[in-house]
Structures are given as structure tokens and as C-alpha cells.
């Protein structure tokens, strides 16, 4: 698991959308699986979408079709584009990854440690 820091939340009105960004420090950042979870108000923390090295991505099957994780290597970067939002989405955001991470690793998602995490909200 690596350190990591979360950006891009915010308030949004239901139908519009967000991009969060992700960063994560050092030379190996290529080599990491990144993923997204998110927690919800009264709610279990739950994986949204993962994305592996090779650019193999997994998403919540609800969550398919409007939300979208990609990566940019060269500037140490993960996003999760969010489209058509919903109040439900409302939540806090994190990301998280390292090397060897996968499928079990971010369905399982006891990590020891979490970021801050960035806040979306979606109201009208």
C-alpha cells in the first residue's frame, strides 16, 4: 500500500459530474494497481473501480457506464471521471494502491491505512 492523495470533490447538482484525481509518490507509480473506494453516510466503505498496471480496469457493476478510471503514468496520476451523479454517490472518495494488488486485494479492502479521502456531494 502506498501514500496517496485525493483531489478534485465537491458539491454537484444531480445529472452533472466530477473528475477526482489521485497522486501517488515515487518512480514505481507505473508499476502500482490503483483503485477507488468511496463511504457513504451510515454506509460500509465499498470498492468503486480499480485499475491494474497494464491498464485492466473493474468496475461496481452499478457503477458501470457512468464512471470511468484511467491513469496517467508520466504525472503520477489516477482519475475517476463521474458522470450523471447521483445523490446516492454522495460519499467520501479514496484511493488507494501498491504493487501486486489484485482483484482479491481491492474486493477484500482491509488496508491499515486510508488518505484523507475528498468529499463528493450531490444535491440538488
Known amino acids: 500500500q502506498v501514500q496517496v492523495a485525493e483531489s478534485g470533490g465537491g458539491l454537484v447538482q444531480p445529472g452533472g459530474s466530477l473528475t477526482l484525481s489521485c497522486t501517488s509518490p515515487?518512480?514505481?507509480?507505473?508499476?502500482?494497481?490503483m483503485g477507488w473506494y468511496r463511504q457513504a453516510p451510515g454506509k460500509q466503505r465499498e470498492l468503486v473501480a480499480y485499475i491494474l498496471d497494464g491498464g485492466r480496469t473493474y468496475y461496481r457493476d452499478s457503477l458501470k457506464g457512468r464512471f470511468t478510471i484511467s491513469r496517467d503514468n508520466g504525472k503520477n496520476l489516477v482519475y475517476l471521471e463521474m458522470k450523471n451523479l447521483q445523490p446516492d454517490d454522495t460519499a467520501v472518495y479514496y484511493c488507494t494502491g501498491g504493487l501486486g494488488f489484485n482483484e482479491h486485494t481491492f474486493l477484500q479492502g482491509n488496508f491499515g491505512s486510508w488518505g484523507r479521502g475528498t468529499q463528493v456531494t450531490v444535491s440538488s
Open positions: 515515487g518512480s514505481l507509480f507505473s508499476f502500482y494497481a
